[in-house]
C-alpha cells in the first residue's frame, strides 16, 4: 500500500509560493501547480514498490478528471492552464502505462467527510468547507457512477462507506479477495 506522503505535501504546499489553501480560497489560483506535482511523486513511489498489489489513495485519473476539472468548473484555474494540463494529462494517458486493475470508490457523503476531516484535525484542512467536499463528491459520481464525460478506465468497486471504522472493515474484508487480487480485472486504454 502506498500511503500519501502528507508530511512532503503539507510542506510543498506551506512553503513553496504560499500555497496554504490554493484550492478553496476565493480568487486563489495555484492549486493546478500542485496537483500534478503530487501524482508524479506518487508515480515514482509506486515504481518503486515490488509487489503484484499497489493500492494508491488517488491516480492521475483522479487528479485531471476531479481536481483539475472542479478548479476550471468552479472558475479558480484560467482557460490556458486547464488546457495546458489536459494535454499534459493526454501525452501521459499515451506515452506511459498509467493502467489500473481496479478502482474502489468509498462512496461517501460530503457531510460525513466533512465531519471526519474536523474530526481529523488537520492545520491545512481546516479550511475547506462543504461546499468544496460537496463539488468534489459530485465530480466523483459523474465520472465513477454516472459515466459522465470521462472515461472508466477500470473496473468500479462502490463500497458505501458511510459507516463506523468496525462496520467499514467488516466491508473491506468483505471485499478484500476483489481488492487485494492482481490482473484478473484488467481494463484500460
Not at 73 to 91: G, I, Q
Request: proline share 7%; aromatic share 10%.
Amino acid at each position: 500500500m502506498l500511503l500519501q506522503p502528507l508530511r512532503s505535501w503539507a510542506t510543498w504546499t506551506l512553503c513553496r509560493e504560499g500555497l496554504r489553501s490554493p484550492a478553496w480560497g476565493p480568487g486563489k489560483r495555484g492549486a493546478q501547480r500542485w496537483a500534478w506535482p503530487r501524482d508524479k511523486e506518487n508515480e515514482k513511489e509506486k515504481k518503486s514498490v515490488m509487489s503484484p498489489v499497489r493500492l494508491m489513495e488517488r491516480s492521475i485519473h483522479s487528479a485531471r478528471y476531479i481536481f483539475v476539472e472542479n478548479l476550471y468548473r468552479s472558475r479558480k484555474m484560467p482557460e490556458v492552464d486547464y488546457v495546458v494540463l489536459s494535454e499534459w494529462f493526454d501525452w501521459i494517458v499515451k506515452n506511459t502505462d498509467v493502467s489500473m486493475d481496479l478502482i474502489v470508490y468509498l462512496r461517501t457523503t460530503p457531510e460525513t467527510c466533512y465531519q471526519r476531516l474536523k474530526m481529523r484535525c488537520r492545520e491545512e484542512e481546516k479550511v475547506i468547507p462543504l461546499e468544496y467536499l460537496d463539488a468534489i463528491h459530485h465530480l466523483y459520481e459523474e465520472w465513477l457512477i454516472k459515466g459522465g464525460p470521462f472515461p472508466i478506465v477500470a473496473p468500479v468497486l462502490v463500497i458505501e462507506a458511510d459507516h463506523d471504522m468496525q462496520k467499514m472493515l467488516e466491508l473491506l474484508e468483505q471485499n478484500r479477495d476483489r481488492i487485494l487480487t492482481p490482473g484478473n480485472q484488467k481494463h484500460g486504454p
